[in-house]
Each structure stands twice: as structure tokens, then as C-alpha cells.
């Protein structure tokens, strides 16, 4: 079993930036493939960001058009924990933002289905 617990999101203005933790349970977290997803009220989970160990033994990350350039996910093997540094936000970046993880590289963490655990989110409010 997998548990992830997230902090770090809050109230900012348009342009500003938050940074996104989560902290997650695992011996081998190193070789765990790492999302963020976010929904916003009325509307679909979506895809924000995935790292995970590539085949040619780097890691490996990809993000979606809305958010690549402004977005960046990163990892600290040593803390078992994942961040998602956020800049340059928008208004349309408001949601509820969650951590994501599978305990291989198997998938290409795209979607909800690559992953088996979730942790409880953590709300992103970016004012105009």
C-alpha cells in the first residue's frame, strides 16, 4: 500500500507561483512512476504532469501543452517526494490538484488508469 499526502497549495495571484509537495510511503520509491492531475468544479480529472524512469535509465517527464513551459515536476528520491513547481499561473489553473503514483514504470502515467493510489488533493486558487 502506497500513501501520498500533498501540501502546499493556497491563494495566489495571476502570474505568481506555487510549489506543490507530496510526500509519499514506498521502499522503492525511486522506480515509482510520479503524476499530478487536477479538476476544477464541473469538470473531468485531467493529466498534468508525469516522471518516470525511462527505459534508457534517466528519468523522463511530459506535461500537456496548457501548462508545459510553466510547469515542473521534480523528484527528491531521498525524501520520497514529488513537487510540482507552478509559474506563471492563470486563473484557469484553479483546482484541486493531486499527487498520483504507480509502483512501476510499466504505464505512461497519461491517465487516471496508469495509477493505483491517489492522495487527497490540495486546492490551487489563482486570483485575477
Known amino acids: 500500500q502506497v500513501q501520498l499526502v500533498e501540501s502546499g497549495g493556497g491563494l495566489v495571484q495571476a502570474g505568481g507561483s506555487l510549489r506543490l509537495s507530496c510526500a509519499a510511503s514506498g521502499r522503492t520509491f525511486s522506480s515509482f512512476t510520479m503524476g499530478w492531475f487536477r479538476q476544477a468544479p464541473g469538470k473531468e480529472r485531467e493529466f498534468v504532469a508525469v516522471h518516470r524512469w525511462s527505459r534508457r535509465s534517466i528519468y523522463f517527464a511530459d506535461y500537456p501543452d496548457s501548462v508545459r513551459g510553466r510547469f515542473t515536476i521534480s523528484r527528491d528520491n531521498a525524501k520520497n517526494t514529488v513537487y510540482l513547481q507552478m509559474n506563471s499561473l492563470k486563473p484557469e489553473d484553479t483546482a484541486v490538484y493531486y499527487c498520483?503514483?504507480?509502483?512501476?514504470?510499466?504505464?505512461?502515467?497519461?491517465?487516471?488508469?496508469?495509477?493505483?493510489?491517489w492522495g487527497q488533493g490540495t486546492q490551487v486558487t489563482v486570483s485575477s
Open positions: 498520483a503514483a504507480q509502483p512501476t514504470n510499466l504505464r505512461l502515467g497519461l491517465t487516471k488508469g496508469d495509477y493505483d493510489y
